[in-house]
Every structure is written in structure tokens, then in C-alpha cells.
T-cell receptor
């Protein structure tokens, strides 16, 4: 499968600041990347789907102005949580998908704690 | 909208026993059914998947069965080992996106 990295692995920030999370596909051309959020002991909730060079498609209930997604290349997508608040504290995970199949490969996740 | 129900939410077995987790889905257009294993604090890892043109797939101790008519698919783990303890998620979908079940916390006791 694909090798996917995320940076940072964890971040603590003050309420009101913005946080950028990077998702990199190290050995795989990811035409599509997905961003998920996972609260403790819960399932993965899809936030948005991004295709390289296109605007992201957000799931219902996810604010696109709060969660900015950029997918500038086949190997990098970024998620920026703008004006973060304590309720945004969660585990954010990206996944990558190639053009040839449906399989998604996940990054290691970024744990965000907003104080 | 699309929905995936997963049962049971928790499962406790003795080492060596079998474990079965079942998922039911609503979208008849779903054609891809992966299973992921997630250990605490780590990424979900794909353990097996099946496509709608296949009824069963096996990989060593793990197997998945699919009943498209009834819209359900199941994960079977035989000869369970303590290292199988984790949360298992089913999912359905295809090229557009995956919809995940709520997860099953499997505990394998020595």
C-alpha cells in the first residue's frame, strides 16, 4: 500500500489561533485525498474530499471557511483549522487514493488540542 | 443518505476462538467493502477488502463474506490471538468516498 505521512503528529494551541496540518503521499500519486476527524472512541467522520488542483468537496455540516483544504500537488494536501476552538480538539486523519482503485491508505493522524 | 450499521460494538473472545463482525449497508450502489483495523492512537490499517462481484475472500486467518442481496457483509477472524485486539471498522463505498461503520472493539483474552 501507499506510504502516507502527516505533520505535525500532535499540536497544542490556544483558542483563536490557526493550525495547518500537512498530509503527504510519499510513494504514491494521490489523485484524491480525504480528510477525516475522529473523536475518542468514535468512528471516522469524513470532512472533505479533495482532488488535485480542484476545490475540495465538503460533507454536510463541515464549514469550508473554518476547515481550509488545499491539494496543490499529487503528493501534498493541507488542512488548516482556522480560529480553532476547544471543540475542534480531535484526531485528524488524512487518506490517499490513487486513480486506479478505491482503496484508501491512511496517514498516522494529527492530534489537535485547543486550549 | 448512506448508512452503515456495525455489530457488535464490543466483542470479547478467548484466544483461539473465532470472531465475527457484521455490517449492514443501505446504498445498493456500493461496490467496495473494506475492513480496517485501528489500534489505540494509530492509523486505520486495511486488513482485507472485497468488491461486489465477489462473494467471499480469504487471507490466512481473515475472511470477508458479502451478501449483496441482503446488503450485508461480515468479517471473520479465526484462531484469534491477543494481537488481534483492536477496533475494527467496516466501510462501504467506491471511488467517491467511504462511509464507515461505528466500529467494533475486539478484545482477545489469553
Amino acid at each position: 500500500g501507499a506510504v502516507v505521512s502527516q505533520h505535525p503528529s500532535w499540536v497544542i494551541c490556544k483558542s483563536g489561533t490557526s493550525v495547518k496540518i500537512e498530509c503527504r503521499s510519499l510513494d504514491f500519486q494521490a489523485t484524491t485525498m480525504f480528510w477525516y476527524r475522529q473523536f475518542p472512541k468514535q468512528s471516522l467522520m469524513l470532512m472533505a474530499t479533495s482532488n488535485e488542483g480542484s476545490k475540495a468537496t465538503y460533507e454536510q455540516g463541515v464549514e469550508k471557511d473554518k476547515f481550509l483544504i488545499n491539494h496543490a500537488s499529487l503528493t501534498l494536501s493541507t488542512l488548516t483549522v482556522t480560529s480553532a476552538h476547544p471543540e475542534d480538539s480531535s484526531f485528524y486523519i488524512c487518506s490517499v487514493q490513487g486513480a486506479r482503485g478505491e482503496t484508501q491508505y491512511f496517514g498516522p493522524g494529527t492530534r489537535l488540542l485547543v486550549l | 443518505g448512506e448508512n452503515v450499521e456495525q455489530h457488535p460494538s464490543t466483542l470479547s473472545v478467548q484466544e483461539g476462538d473465532s470472531a465475527v463482525i457484521k455490517c449492514t449497508y443501505s446504498d445498493s450502489a456500493s461496490n467496495y467493502f473494506p475492513w480496517y483495523k485501528q489500534e489505540l492512537g494509530k492509523r486505520p490499517q486495511l486488513i482485507i477488502d472485497i468488491r461486489s462481484n465477489v462473494g467471499e475472500k480469504k487471507d490466512q486467518r481473515i475472511a470477508v463474506t458479502l451478501n449483496k442481496t441482503a446488503k450485508h457483509f461480515s468479517l471473520h477472524i479465526t484462531e484469534t490471538q491477543p494481537e488481534d485486539s483492536a477496533v475494527y471498522f467496516c466501510a462501504t463505498g467506491g471511488y467517491n468516498k467511504l462511509i464507515f461503520g461505528a466500529g467494533t472493539r475486539l478484545a482477545v483474552h489469553p
